[in-house]
């Protein structure tokens, strides 16, 4: 089946750890994304990427890092410079970086900082 | 970006229809209109996607006024698990513009 997947569903890190969370898609789509969504508040948009070997700060990029090597893949690091990282993470992808595409979102996974 | 205003809540009974509507004063003339569905501890769920008068599919209405500076998303006869958080986005068609900006979404309570 076609989808997007990120692994693992649940994540416990030490503090001062660096921590990375896998996104892979196989919808043959050229965007994705990386969301953080904290108890109760929206989605706020961490990095994106538009094609492979390119990708773009968004709104609270501070403390994480991502690579985009192969379409198919967007992993995100979480560095020991992140200094909340306990949320919920969501990863997504469309056909493009476009307002008229349908995005496709992952089941997410769940970071605890201990 | 245009940008989005919804009500933080609202609250409704089985089988009633529910309409949220979302206020986008400065959509662009390229913008389209899309509503996502989020459910607790999932990632958002394309629901319906616009771009003037009125769309419908199988799941809920969008009707869109003329000016299109607003839209509203209609659900007919909700049930529990309609319970969910449901987010207006607005973005052009063309590629190098950020087009999934969330807010902060409406927190629609379905109740028995």
């Known amino acids: ?99 008229d595409t349908e995005a496709f979102f992952g089941q997410g996974t769940r970071l605890t900082v201990v | 970006l245009a940008k989005t205003t919804q009500p933080i809540s609202m609250d409704s009974y089985e089988g009633q229809e529910v309409n949220i509507t979302c206020s986008h004063n400065n959509i662009a003339t390229n913008d389209y209109i899309t509503w996502y569905q989020q459910f607790p501890s999932q990632g958002p769920r394309f629901i319906i996607q616009g771009y003037k008068t009125k769309v419908t599919n199988e799941v809920a209405s969008l009707f869109i006024p003329a000016d299109r500076k607003s839209s509203t998303l209609s659900l007919p006869r909700v049930s529990l698990s309609d319970t969910a958080v449901y987010y207006c986005l607005v973005g052009a068609p063309r590629a190098g513009r950020r087009a999934l900006t969330f807010g902060s979404g409406t927190r629609l309570q379905v109740q028995p």
């Open chain 1, 1 to 99: 089946d076609g989808g997007i997947t990120q692994s693992p569903k649940y994540l416990f890190r030490k503090e001062g750890q660096n921590v990375t969370l896998s996104c892979e898609q196989n919808l043959n789509h050229d965007a994705m994304y990386w969301y953080r969504q904290d108890p109760g508040q929206g989605l706020r948009l961490i990095y994106y990427s538009q094609i492979v070997n390119d990708f773009q700060k968004g709104d609270i990029a501070e403390g994480y890092s991502v690579s985009r090597e192969k379409k198919e893949s967007f992993p995100l690091t979480v560095t020991s410079a992140q200094k909340n990282p306990t949320a919920f993470y969501l990863c997504a992808s469309s056909i493009a970086d476009r307002g």
